[in-house]
């Protein structure tokens, strides 16, 4: 199993999301090599759910083209142990909590693990939740990313301190998707993680679609989140969205370096 540590070895870290299934698995397969090849350092692969809250719209529709395709959790798993010894970077899924519930949280994460994936995020479980699923996940040796937001204030250090992975900074308030203009003061969220645990990385995500955005961003950050822009192009192009997505994938990480 590769580290989720080792996306941040090579300078700012580049996670690109994308949704599993969507338009079709192969394409799913497509995608992950070629952006690997591109310069991701981790890769988030969303495993649908019929009801995404934190998502917006964007990312809803790549859920709801990916379900009706049939795609299921037992499908994703074959998928990337099919394809895990093709890609050398660490990959984790994001999902919900009722995803890996109703498969069986130790069945789930065991068969993650097994698959060759280094992490999971589950964006709907808070902080004080968090022992249902992380026991299961170090036993198993998958990090659980913990997210903070800009309202967690106080709590920030609380979560900082007992991360696993890396800290997932959620730039904005309110769902996955495209912002002209991200606000917050993300300098004084990562410097609070980072005083808190300097040895966990932070990588700030929610918003962020261009390279301007990415270079701004990484000044204050350890890595950056991108997946409404990229899940965009999946859906403009389908099948034939690998090479505008690497291409993507390229300038942002390029970005983020600057």
């Known amino acids: 199993m590769i580290s989720v540590r080792e996306a941040f070895k090579n300078g700012k870290a580049f996670i690109p999301f994308i949704t599993c299934g969507d338009p079709h698995l192969d394409t799913t397969k497509k995608l992950i090599k070629a952006i690997a090849g591109a310069g991701a350092d981790l890769i988030e692969l969303g495993i649908p759910f019929s009801d995404p809250t934190a998502e917006g719209p964007t990312i809803q529709e790549a859920n709801i083209r990916a379900l009706s395709g049939g795609v299921t959790t037992d499908k994703i798993f074959d998928m990337v142990a099919e394809i895990r010894p093709e890609v050398d970077v660490p990959m984790v899924f994001m999902t919900y909590a009722n995803v890996v519930y109703s498969y069986g949280t130790e069945k789930f994460v065991k068969k993650a693990a097994e698959a060759g994936m280094s992490g999971l995020i589950l964006p709907d479980v808070p902080y004080e939740e968090k022992d249902e699923f992380a026991p299961t996940c170090r036993k198993y040796g998958l990090d659980l990313i913990s997210l903070i937001a800009p309202t967690s204030h106080d709590r920030i250090k609380m ?14 308030l309110g769902v996955t998707g495209v912002r002209s203009n991200i606000t917050t003061d993300i300098g004084s969220m990562t410097a609070l993680v980072h005083e808190a645990n300097p040895d966990i990385p932070c990588a700030v995500g929610f918003g962020i679609s261009t390279p301007e955005q990415a270079e701004n961003i990484a000044k204050d950050a350890d890595g950056i989140i991108v997946g409404s822009a990229i899940v965009k192009q999946i859906a403009k192009y389908g099948k034939d969205a690998v090479q505008p997505v690497a291409d993507y994938v390229r300038s942002m990480k390029e970005a983020a370096n600057r």
């Open 159 to 172: 979560i900082a301190k007992d991360a696993d992975g890396f800290v997932y900074c959620v730039s904005s």
